[in-house]
């Protein structure tokens, strides 16, 4: 996989798809960010095993593929970079370099076949909700929306 995408628009689907990813796992790929590259987009995933959320950005992709890499590191490196493009590109051994400008990190990715299939999102006990760009799987869709709804509440009470 090698892909150029725009700083912004990579962190923002980071810390989208990062509130479905479990801190700690027995499954380490659970505490990683399903990344897949291809046409002229890259769809990050995040899920663990309950809730699952995925989202799309544009993407300059100069070879396809997918990657897992772990959600905080990737998260922290990203933080670090300097305004503009990033660059990600993965070898065939799980290497994969992240470069914008001077700066450049590496972090060795897992395999996206261990990364678990998301549920078919036309199946029973499953609700696509599409919430700022991003597609939440999930019957806690309810409380997300419970939970927004109280802190509008709590933000006006406060005003």
């Given amino acids: 996989m090698n892909i150029i995408c725009d700083k ?3 962190s923002a689907a980071i810390d989208g798809v990062s509130k ?4 700690r796992s027995t499954i380490p790929v659970l505490e990683g960010i399903l990344l897949k590259a291809e046409g002229f987009q890259l769809t990050l995933t995040g899920y663990d095993l309950e809730m ?5 950005i544009e993407a300059n992709v100069k070879e396809p593929g997918e990657i897992v890499l772990n959600a905080k590191l990737l998260s922290s490196m990203i933080s670090r ?11 065939d051994n799980g290497k994969t370099t992240i470069q914008s400008g001077v700066a450049q990190f590496e972090i060795q990715s897992m395999s996206a076949t261990d990364f ?6 036309g199946g ?3 609700i696509p909700y599409t919430i700022g760009g991003f597609l939440l ?10 939970h927004h709804t109280k802190r509008r509440k709590e933000d ?3 005003s």
């Fill in 137 to 146: 799987l999930t019957g806690a869709a309810f409380l997300l929306l419970y």
């Fill in 81 to 91: 970079m300097p305004a503009g493009q990033i660059t990600i590109q993965s070898a």
């Fill in 156 to 158: 006006s009470v406060s």
């Fill in 52 to 56: 699952g959320i995925v989202t799309t």
């Fill in 8 to 10: 912004t628009l990579l």
């Fill in 124 to 126: 029973a006990g499953t």
């Fill in 20 to 23: 479905a990813v479990t801190l």
């Fill in 116 to 121: 678990p299939e998301l549920p078919n999102t």
